[in-house]
């Protein structure tokens, strides 16, 4: 019976000694060191992406162009999309290793667009200026060019920007140009883009437009006989670059990069003299 006994008391100590060692190597299963910090804790969390890295991650680089603005972004005469800003924003998306997709947007929800991510970036002759720069940031500017007042053929009232006063001018409203015609006194027409600005001053509707001297000069090479002239332009050159959200300048930077690289290399002068016969960053 001792024996027995012993037997049992000795079975029982050992089952109390594992179920103690079970209980503590739960309890340290989820501690480490002192203190008992988990193990869980101490861990970094994952780098977010930066802007760079999330283009190229998704393998495609969202561009925002209207489509409608010749020679800048258009579509030709098979129906594809296609001009200078559309050919320098695809060769950058090339040379950052991703696919130029384009959101084809009106001018005046441009921004708008940027602002809810739609896009990476703009690629649309868009002007940098001063009041744009306190809330978006561009690249390196890639084009410049001059506004000019344009009217038809025949009209003998407009001479300058000062008899503007008291006329309608075809604008988009929020374009810089609007703004050189509202300060000259005009009536803002709006319009959604060049050709239909070009359309409503040939059938009368309007006296006069401020656009881009680059887009009326490639007008007038397609179709020397559209009855329009150019009677004034702005002094200074307007710089257009690509436009992006702040806080992106890996991404801003990249872009930069592409665009020295495609200057170096000729590939730049090769697309500007496509459309322009010039180089048109100077």
Not at 30 to 59: F, H, I, M, R, Y
Request: with cysteine; aromatic share 8%; proline share 1%.
């Amino acid at each position: 019976m001792k024996k027995f006994s012993l037997t049992i008391a000795l079975i029982l100590t050992l089952m109390l000694v594992a179920a103690c060692g079970n209980n503590n190597n739960n309890n340290n299963a989820g501690n480490t060191g002192a203190g008992g910090n988990n193990a869980s804790a101490t861990e970094q969390p994952a780098a977010a992406q930066n802007s760079l890295d999330a283009v190229k991650a998704s393998g495609k680089l969202r561009i925002g162009t209207e489509g409608t603005y010749a020679p800048f972004t258009f579509h030709d005469a098979s129906g594809t999309l296609t001009g200078f800003d559309v050919e320098i924003a695809e060769e950058v998306a090339k040379r950052l290793g991703v696919k130029a997709e384009f959101i084809e947007t009106q001018w005046d929800g441009m921004f708008a667009g940027l602002d809810a991510k739609r896009f990476d970036a703009i690629f649309n002759e868009v002007s940098v200026t001063d009041e744009r720069k306190v809330k978006y940031d561009f690249s390196d500017p890639y084009i410049i060019s001059k506004a000019v007042l344009i009217v038809s053929e025949n009209n003998k009232d407009i001479k300058s920007f000062d008899d503007l006063k008291g006329k309608k001018s075809g604008q988009s409203l929020t374009s810089n140009l609007g703004k050189i015609a509202t300060d000259h006194g005009a009536e803002i027409v709006s319009v959604e883009g060049f050709n239909q600005a070009i359309d409503l001053l040939t059938s009368g509707r309007i006296d006069a437009t401020i656009n881009d001297g680059l887009s009326f000069l490639d007008l007038k090479k397609q179709k020397p006989d559209v009855k329009i002239k150019s009677v004034d332009e702005i002094d200074n050159g307007s710089r257009s670059a690509a436009t992006f959200l702040k806080g992106n300048d890996e991404l801003v930077k990249a872009v930069n990069d592409a665009l020295a690289a495609m200057k170096d290399d000729g590939t730049y002068l090769k697309i500007s003299d496509k459309y322009f016969g010039a180089d048109v960053s100077k």
